[in-house]
C-alpha cells in the first residue's frame, strides 16, 4: 500500500472513522485528482460519515446540501434577498440616484443569499468540503445542473456575471441508490461503493464509537447484527442501527446479550414491522443462539488492541 | 484485529516499494500487467484492452473512465495488486451489479505472472459471450430471422381468425383490417387476427395519453395564472423592473408528475397468446410514462430495456433510409412466428387504414408492432427456453435482489404481467413480493385469465402473491388495459 493512502487511512482512525483500504483508496485518489466522490450503499453504512471525516481531518469547512424531491436552484445555488432589496431600492429613491446606479447598488453581493452550491466554489480561504447528500432524490434535472456546476466549477448570475471557483472544493456526493444515477454524473465522479461491514470491522467501529461498551457486548452485537444482514430481511440494519443499539443497551446497563434484553430493545435494530414479525416466535431465540456460538472466543481480545 | 490494515510503520511490502511517480508508471505496470507480446506493451494500450474486454462483458466503461484509470493508476503503489484493483474500481465506477465480472476480468488482465489465460481469452474482436444484458451486435439479429419461424411459436391468432366469419366485425370492402373500436376493446387477445392486432396497437397507443397524472412537489412558473401559489421570487423580479411596486402577483403551481413505470413481463408458454399484446401495452405507456423499464422473465429474468432502446435507434436509422410512408410500412412486418403462413397475402395485400393510424400516433411514435416483433424476435433467439415453463419466485427474487433498489422507488409503480401458474416453490415468491411491495407506490398484477369472471386466484403461486398486490386485474383484452390505466398514474 502506498503510503500516503496508509496514513490517510490512519487518519481516518483517528478521527472516528473505521475505513478500509477501499474507502481510503477512493478518498485519496478524489483528493488528489480533485474529482467529486460519487458513494453508493445501503443507509447506514457510513457513506455521510466519509465526508464528515474528510472535512475534519484535512481540516476544512464542511459544506452540506441535502437533496430532496423539488430542490431547485433557488436553494442549492443562490437567491437574491429580495425584501432588502426592495427596502434599498425604495431608500435610494429619496437619494435621487440614477437607475443604473440604483441597479448597481441592488444587485450586487450584499444582496445575494449564497446557498451551499454557491458558498462552496466562493470560500476564499482554503477549499471547502462539499458534501451532496442523498443525491438520487433529487430530480434527474438537477442532476443535469450539478453537472455543469461540477465540471467547470463555476456559476454564471445573470446580474453580476460568472463567478468563478476560488479554490475547487473537494466534493462527495452520496446516493442510496433509490435510482440510478445518470451515466453522465457518475462518469464525471470517482465511485465508491461501500458495503455492510464486516465482522471484524463492525466490532473495531462499535469499540471506536461506543468506547464504553464492553468487549463482550460489542462483539456480540456486531455478531447479531452480522447474522440479521444475512436473513432476508425488508431493510437491513445498518451501521448506524448498530451504533444505536450499543448506546441503548449501555443506558441499560447490559454488558452482554440475553434473549430477553434483545426482544425489549429489538426495535433499535429491525425498524419494518414485516421484520420483526419474521423474528417472531422462537425465531429470535434460535437467531441469537447462532449468532452468539459464532462469536469468537475472548481471551483473545482482539477489539482491545483495534480500539487502542 | 488479526490482519491489520494500518500499519503503523509500512510494513515490508512484498517488493519494495519503487518511488510511483506518475511519469513513470509504464514499466512498473508492464511488469505488473504483463500483456500479450504481440499485441504491444505498455500502460496505455493494455488499460485500452482492459476497457474492451470489460465492455465485452457489459460493463459499461467508456473512455473517460479509461483516461480516469491512468490518472488514478499513476497515483497509487503498483505493486500492490490489492491496490491497483481498488483504484480501478474507483476511477472507472463500477457499480456492485458488476463487481463480480470486474474483479474475474481483473483477475485475468493484471496478474504478475505472464497470464497464459491473458494471452489467449480476451480477443475483443470476437467475444465469445452472449451476455443478454450487452448492447446488441447486429450479427445475432439477422441470424434469428429464421429460426424465429419455427412451429412452436405457433400463436392463437391463426386459429383464431377462422372463427371470425368475414364480414361480422370487419365490413367487407369497408376499411378492411380496421374493426370498431367497441368491438376491438372487448375482444379477447386470443380471438384476435393480424389486421385487429395492428388497430388494437393503434388503439392502445392513444389509450396510454391517458396516463393520469399527479402533481409534484415540484413548482413551475405558472405564465398568465391568476391563481396558484405566489411565487415571490419572480414577483419581486418584475416589481424591480416597475421601480419596486408590486403590479402584479406571478404565480406558481405544481408540476404534472409522469408515473414511472416497473413491468415484469412473463413469457411463458402458457402467457404466448398474451404476450404480444401486453407488450405493445407497455410499449404504448412507455411513451408517456416518465421513466418505464421492462423485464421479461419465464426460467430467468431479463432486463428488455436496453434492447428497446437499441430497437428504437436503429428504427429512426431505417426510417431515415425507409421509402416515403406510401408503402413502406408493411415490409419489415413479419407476422407473429409463422403466424402469417398461407394467409400472409392478406396480411401484407389489406390496405391498411394509414390516415387513422397516423392521427392517433404520437409526434416519433413508432408502428408498435415492428418494436414488438423486434423484442420478441431477440428473446426467442437469445434468451433459453424463453417460451418455456416458468419461474415466478426466483425471477422475481432476482429482481428484488438486483434491481429493486434502484429502479423501484415510492414514486413507481410495478406492474406483473403473469397468469400466476408456476409449479415451483412458492416460498421465493412471497419473499420478493413482500420486498417490492415495501418499496413500490403500488404493485398491480395483470392476469389474463382474470378475465373470466369465475377466476379465483387459487393457483399456489398467485395465491402466495395475492396478499402484496394492490390490485388484481384481468389482462384479456384492451378494455380491461383501459380500466387499468388510472390506476397507474404517479
Known amino acids: 500500500m502506498k503510503p500516503e493512502i496508509a496514513e490517510l487511512l490512519q487518519a481516518m482512525e483517528r478521527h472516528g472513522y473505521v475505513a478500509d483500504a477501499a474507502v481510503a483508496t477512493a478518498v485519496f485518489l478524489a483528493k488528489e485528482m480533485r474529482r467529486p466522490l460519487l458513494i453508493e450503499g445501503d443507509a447506514g453504512v457510513g457513506k455521510t460519515e466519509v465526508a464528515k471525516v474528510l472535512a475534519r481531518l484535512l481540516p476544512a469547512e464542511l459544506i452540506r446540501l441535502q437533496c430532496y424531491e423539488g430542490l431547485d436552484v433557488a436553494t442549492a445555488l443562490y437567491e437574491w434577498n429580495y425584501q432588502r432589496q426592495i427596502l434599498r431600492l425604495r431608500l435610494a429613491e429619496h437619494e435621487g440616484k440614477s437607475a443604473a446606479e440604483i441597479e448597481e447598488l441592488i444587485f450586487s453581493r450584499a444582496y445575494l443569499l449564497e446557498r451551499p452550491l454557491l458558498r462552496a466554489i466562493t470560500r476564499r480561504e482554503a477549499p471547502p468540503v462539499l458534501l451532496i447528500d442523498e443525491v438520487d432524490r433529487a430530480d434527474d434535472g438537477f442532476e443535469a445542473f450539478l453537472l455543469e456546476v461540477l465540471s467547470d466549477y463555476q456559476v454564471t448570475i445573470p446580474e453580476l456575471g460568472t463567478v468563478r471557483a476560488e479554490h475547487v472544493p473537494y466534493v462527495v456526493l452520496t446516493s442510496n441508490r433509490s435510482r440510478e444515477i445518470g451515466d453522465a454524473l457518475r462518469r464525471r465522479c470517482l465511485y465508491l461503493y461501500i458495503d455492510h461491514p464486516t465482522l471484524e470491522k463492525e466490532v473495531r467501529i462499535l469499540r471506536a464509537r461506543v468506547p464504553q461498551a464492553g468487549a463482550r457486548l460489542a462483539v456480540e452485537i456486531a455478531s447479531f447484527m452480522q447474522s440479521l444482514r444475512r436473513r432476508r430481511l425488508s431493510k437491513a440494519p445498518g451501521v448506524a442501527e448498530t451504533i444505536d443499539w450499543a448506546q441503548a443497551l449501555l443506558r441499560l446497563d447490559r454488558d452482554h446479550l440475553d434473549l430477553e434484553t434483545v426482544e425489549q430493545t429489538l426495535g433499535c435494530v429491525l425498524k419494518d414491522h414485516h421484520d420483526l414479525h419474521d423474528l417472531g416466535g422462537g425465531e429470535l431465540e434460535a437467531a441469537l443462539a447462532a449468532a452468539l456460538a459464532e462469536v469468537p472466543p475472548l481471551p483473545a481480545a482482539p477489539p482491545e488492541a483495534a480500539a487502542r | ?490
Open chain 2, 1 to 490: 484485529m488479526t490482519r491489520s490494515i494500518r500499519p503503523t510503520r509500512p510494513t515490508r511490502p512484498s517488493r519494495p516499494i519503487r518511488p510511483t511517480l506518475p511519469n513513470r508508471p509504464a514499466a512498473a505496470v508492464a511488469e505488473l500487467a504483463r500483456a500479450p507480446a504481440a499485441a504491444g506493451s505498455g500502460l496505455v494500450p493494455h488499460l485500452a484492452r482492459f476497457g474492451r474486454a470489460l465492455r465485452d462483458r457489459g460493463v459499461g466503461v467508456g473512455l473517460s473512465d479509461e483516461a480516469d484509470a491512468l490518472e488514478a493508476l499513476s497515483l497509487v503503489d503498483l505493486g500492490d495488486r490489492d491496490e491497483v484493483r481498488r483504484a480501478l474500481r474507483a476511477a472507472m465506477k463500477i457499480r456492485p451489479r458488476d463487481a463480480a465480472a470486474f474483479d474475474e476480468l481483473f483477475a485475468r488482465w493484471w496478474s504478475k505472472r505472464p497470464p497464459r489465460e491473458a494471452a489467449e481469452t480476451p480477443r475483443p474482436e470476437q467475444p465469445r459471450f452472449e451476455d443478454p444484458t450487452r448492447p446488441p451486435r447486429p450479427g445475432p439479429l439477422r441470424r434469428t430471422g429464421p429460426r424465429l419461424a419455427s412451429p412452436e411459436r405457433q400463436p392463437a391468432p391463426e386459429t383464431a381468425r377462422s372463427e371470425v366469419p368475414a364480414g361480422s366485425e370487419v365490413p367487407a370492402g369497408e376499411e378492411p383490417g380496421y374493426s370498431p373500436e367497441a368491438v376491438l376493446r372487448r375482444k379477447s387477445f386470443e380471438e384476435c387476427s393480424p389486421a385487429d392486432l395492428e388497430a388494437m396497437e393503434r388503439l392502445m397507443a392513444r389509450l396510454a395519453l391517458r396516463l393520469a397524472t399527479r402533481p409534484s412537489r415540484r413548482r413551475l412558473p405558472a405564465r398568465g395564472a391568476v391563481r396558484g401559489e405566489v411565487d415571490l421570487r419572480r414577483s419581486f423580479r418584475r416589481a424591480l423592473a416597475d421601480g419596486g411596486e408590486l403590479l402584479s402577483l406571478a404565480r406558481r403551481r405544481r408540476a404534472i408528475e409522469l408515473p414511472r413505470l416497473v413491468v415484469l413481463c412473463d413469457t411463458s408458454g402458457s402467457m404466448d397468446p398474451h404476450t404480444r399484446f401486453l407488450l405493445a401495452f407497455v410499449l404504448a405507456l412507455r411513451r408517456m410514462a416518465r421513466r418505464c423499464e421492462l423485464f421479461a422473465f419465464n426460467t430467468a429474468l431479463v432486463r428488455l430495456t436496453p434492447w428497446l432502446r437499441e430497437s428504437r435507434e436503429s428504427r429512426e436509422s431505417r426510417e431515415s433510409r425507409a421509402a416515403p410512408p406510401g408503402g413502406g410500412r408493411s415490409p419489415p412486418r413479419p407476422p407473429l412466428g409463422e403466424g402469417g403462413g398461407g394467409d400472409s397475402a392478406a396480411w401484407t395485400a389489406a390496405p391498411r387504414p394509414k390516415e387513422a393510424g397516423e392521427e392517433i400516433r404520437l409526434p416519433g411514435a413508432p408502428p408498435a408492432g415492428w418494436e414488438i416483433d423486434r423484442v420478441l424476435r431477440r428473446l426467442a433467439a437469445e434468451v433459453p427456453g424463453w417460451s418455456g415453463g416458468t419461474r415466478i419466485g426466483e425471477c422475481l427474487a432476482a429482481f428484488a435482489e438486483q434491481w429493486l433498489d434502484e429502479l423501484v422507488d415510492g414514486r413507481t409503480a410495478v406492474l406483473i404481467l403473469s397468469d400466476g401458474l408456476d409449479r415451483g416453490d412458492v416460498g421465493p415468491l412471497a419473499g420478493a413480493m413482500r420486498a417490492i411491495r415495501g418499496r413500490a407506490r403500488q404493485v398491480l398484477w395483470l392476469n389474463p385469465l382474470a378475465g373470466d369472471t369465475r377466476y379465483q386466484p387459487t393457483a399456489r403461486a398467485m395465491a402466495a402473491a395475492m396478499p402484496y398486490v394492490d390490485r388484481l386485474a384481468p389482462a384479456h383484452n384492451l378494455e380491461a388495459l383501459e380500466r387499468l390505466l388510472p390506476l397507474l398514474s404517479a
